[in-house]
Nanobody, 122 residues
Framework: QVQIVESGGGLVQPGGSLRLSCVASGSTLDYSAIGWFRQAPGNVREGVSCISTSDGTTDYSDSVRGRFTISRDTAKNTVYLQMNRLKLEKAAVYYC???????????????WGKGTMVTVSS
């Protein structure tokens, strides 16, 4: 089982930026992709972004494409989510998860972190 710890959440004003970090234990051989998901109270958990651990291929949801950037530091077993031009919306918990599949599908993720809260408010 991969141990995952997220950090970097907080309170930010609309238009501001935050960088989330996800540290995953073990070797990158233990998983093929790492994804970020988010869930606001009363909402279903949704995919935000995904990165392949083999070739660095990235994917984004339409709602964040062009504003968020996912990246990885293989030496540190860390994946980052740089969030720019944050929009005023419900506070959400951002989760990081790993999968042995080559893509990040909510139902196919294997291990999850406990999440980090992001609040965008004026």
């Amino acid at each position: 089982q991969v141990q995952i710890v997220e950090s970097g959440g907080g309170l930010v004003q609309p238009g501001g930026s935050l960088r989330l970090s996800c540290v995953a234990s073990g070797s990158t051989l233990d998983y093929s992709a790492i994804g970020w998901f988010r869930q606001a109270p009363g909402n279903v958990r949704e995919g935000v972004s995904c990165i392949s651990t083999s070739d660095g291929t990235t994917d984004y949801s339409d709602s964040v494409r062009g504003r968020f950037t996912i990246s990885r530091d293989t030496a540190k077993n860390t994946v980052y989510l740089q969030m720019n031009r944050l929009k005023l919306e419900k506070a959400a918990v951002y989760y990081c998860a790993t999968t042995t599949w080559a893509y990040c599908s909510l139902s196919d993720m294997d291990d999850w972190g406990k999440g980090t809260m992001v609040t965008v408010s004026s």
